[in-house]
């Protein structure tokens, strides 16, 4: 008789690794690249003016802003499994809508898009602080970014390659990533998290977290590093392409080059090993500055648009530098009892980021071209860059080890 026995992964799922979530932002970097080009130039399409379309992406952050803070209170009902497929099947409604093409189901889509960005944003996070440890998060993030590398590579430029060819085309991939990525989610089997402690109380409300966060200013910092970052993106990915577009140089332009940007994520490993032999207080410092210069070169509006558009790629890469290093003070800061909650405040990052680059951009629109908006850009990384002074000078270092043991602030790649 042949005794029958569960396969020992069926029985018991493996814990996922730091590879499985670098597959999981993969899948949704497809998701992603293939509409971060399309959206802009479907929304001057749509709405004719850049004032106008910077009005709709204010009132859209604000909304997006919302719903990631209301993510923890929401778990408290939904759990965290069947939060991350609601986000997937928002994104799966975002680009149905958006295949239609009118100008305010192009606006939901939008909208709908922004909020499954920041409803699965929350649960990744929230699972790469229960699954990973602390001294493996640089290099999380680092694979994070190198396996998101094709999709943010090959999808800006394709994106709107497909979109001239016919409109729907590029929602339906990037529905169908949504898609695959749902399913890469369901085979890794994360569930809810693990379970720290038993809660003695209910869970608190979004304005009471949001007070423990205030308290901390290792996390207001390291937030706000992520705010001014993201800031900078949005000037990049948004308004570039509408600068593109307003100097005669077409839409592809856009896309092309975000996709050459993206390219520099396969560069991340090499770039790990710059911060290595350095510190995490002097990457972002080096991050910040050198982007605070080269925007505020490109938004004197003194250049040739082709010499504009070169030094906003340059910034692009320093940016890059940024997204890899940049959340480290924030997430090193997180308590275990607290990952859930912070991770739903570290996450509004990009609808802060969604309200304030548009906001200012519609003001300064009011005044000034679309170069504008890059100088406010510079503008911001110089207050990023005064911020980073309350950075420790060792911040990332191993601990409990003898100092002549270290070789650099993230030794052997792993940081504190």
Request: aromatic residues 12%; glycine residues 10%.
């Given at each position: 008789m042949f005794e029958r026995r569960i396969p020992e992964w069926l029985r018991h799922a493996p814990a996922p690794s730091v590879r499985?979530?670098?597959?999981?932002?993969g899948c949704e970097a497809v998701v992603r690249g293939m509409l971060v080009s399309v959206f802009p130039v479907a929304m001057l399409a749509a709405l004719g003016d850049a004032a106008r379309i910077s009005s709709v992406y204010f009132m859209i952050g604000i909304v997006s802003l919302m719903a990631g803070l209301l993510v923890p209170f929401l778990n408290r009902f939904i759990p965290r499994r069947w939060m991350y497929v609601i986000g997937c099947f928002c994104y799966i409604a975002g680009c149905s809508s958006a295949m239609?093409?009118?100008?305010?189901?192009?606006?939901?889509?939008?909208?709908?898009?922004?909020?499954?960005?920041?409803?699965?944003?929350?649960?990744?996070?929230?699972?790469?602080?229960?699954?990973?440890?602390?001294?493996?998060?640089?290099?999380c993030e680092t694979q994070?970014?190198?396996?998101?590398?094709?999709?943010?590579?090959?999808?800006?430029?394709?994106?709107?390659?497909?979109?001239?060819?016919?409109?729907?085309?590029?929602?339906?991939?990037?529905?169908?990533?949504?898609?695959?990525?749902?399913?890469?989610?369901?085979?890794?089997?994360?569930g809810n998290g693990k379970l720290i402690t038993k809660a003695k109380r209910p869970p608190p409300n979004p304005v009471a977290y949001l007070g423990r966060f205030f308290r901390q200013p290792r996390l207001v910092a390291g937030w706000l590093f992520a705010v001014i970052r993201s800031c900078g993106w949005w000037a990049y990915i948004v308004y570039l392409p509408i600068y593109a577009v307003g100097n005669g140089m077409g839409a592809q332009l856009g896309g092309a080059v975000m996709s050459t940007t993206n390219a520099a994520l396969f560069l991340t490993p090499f770039m790990l090993r710059w911060i290595q032999a350095r510190s995490i207080?002097?990457?972002?410092?080096?991050?910040?500055?050198?982007?605070?210069?080269?925007?505020?070169?490109?938004?004197?509006?003194?250049?040739?648009?082709?010499?504009?558009?070169?030094?906003?790629v340059a910034a692009s890469f320093f940016l890059i530098l940024l997204d890899i290093c940049g959340g480290l003070p924030f997430l090193m800061a997180v308590k275990p009892s607290e990952r859930t909650e912070?991770?739903?405040?570290?996450?509004?990052?990009?609808?802060?980021?969604?309200?304030?680059?548009?906001?200012?951009?519609?003001?300064?629109?009011?005044?000034?071209?679309?170069?504008?908006?890059?100088?406010?850009?510079?503008?911001?990384c110089v207050v990023a860059l005064l911020l980073t002074?309350?950075?420790?000078?060792?911040?990332?270092?191993?601990?409990?080890?003898?100092?002549?043991?270290?070789?650099?602030?993230l030794a052997a790649g792993k940081p504190a």
């Open positions: 499985g979530f670098a597959i999981l932002a239609v093409g009118t100008p305010a189901l192009t606006v939901l889509a939008l909208a709908l898009n922004s909020i499954a960005t920041v409803t699965t944003f929350v649960c990744f996070n929230s699972y790469v602080l229960d699954y990973i440890a602390r001294i493996e998060l640089g290099r994070r970014l190198f396996y998101s590398a094709l999709g943010w590579t090959i999808g800006p430029f394709a994106g709107v390659i497909l979109w001239d060819w016919w409109h729907p085309a590029p929602f339906i991939i990037s529905a169908s990533a949504a898609g695959v990525m749902l399913l890469v989610f369901t085979y890794m089997r994360m207080r002097q990457s972002v410092r080096t991050g910040f500055a050198t982007c605070a210069v080269l925007f505020g070169i490109a938004g004197l509006g003194i250049t040739s648009p082709w010499v504009t558009i070169a030094l906003l912070m991770s739903a405040v570290y996450s509004s990052y990009r609808d802060v980021s969604g309200i304030a680059t548009p906001g200012g951009a519609w003001l300064v629109l009011l005044v000034a071209p679309v170069t504008g908006v890059f100088a406010l850009a510079g503008a911001g002074a309350k950075l420790h000078p060792r911040l990332g270092e191993a601990r409990l080890k003898p100092d002549n043991e270290l070789n650099g602030p």
